[in-house]
């Protein structure tokens, strides 16, 4: 069984980088056609898909977030991280982690996620 945990700080202040960890056993996460991805849900909203790294080491980015997110790895760890730069209250969120399965035709956002991490929550505030 894979299980995945979502491991950083609660607390970031506004301008500040968002680092978080996705901490990954009971599988690899270079085996061949999963996607690794992030989502966040802010309070009273609905769950956002924010970006993935697949078992190539490709990353791929939501359009409304690619220019402050940068996804990486460390299969060493069997682990990916997020980054999210220059935050403001409105990041505050549930950040959470999943593994999803690619499908011919359709990229991560579009992918089914079987595996998902508890989450943690992530407040911006000074």
């Known amino acids: 069984q894979v299980l995945l945990q979502e491991s950083g700080p609660g607390l970031v202040k506004p301008s500040q980088t968002l680092s978080l960890t996705c901490t990954v056993s009971?599988?690899?996460?270079?085996?061949?056609?999963?996607?690794w991805s992030w989502f966040r849900q802010p309070p009273g909203k609905g769950k956002e898909w924010m970006g993935a790294?697949?078992?190539?080491?490709?990353?791929y980015y939501s359009p409304s977030l690619k220019s402050r997110t940068s996804i990486s790895r460390d299969t060493s760890k069997n682990q990916f991280t997020l980054q999210l730069t220059s935050v403001t209250p409105e990041d505050t969120a549930v950040y959470t982690c999943?593994?999803?399965?690619?499908?011919?035709?359709?990229?991560?956002?579009?992918?089914?996620?079987?595996?998902w991490g508890q989450g943690t929550q992530v407040t911006v505030s000074s």
């Open positions: 009971g599988g690899s996460i270079t085996t061949n056609y999963y996607y």
């Open positions: 790294i697949d078992w190539n080491d490709n990353t």
């Open positions: 999943a593994r999803g399965s690619w499908r011919l035709g359709k990229g991560p956002q579009a992918s089914e996620y079987a595996n």
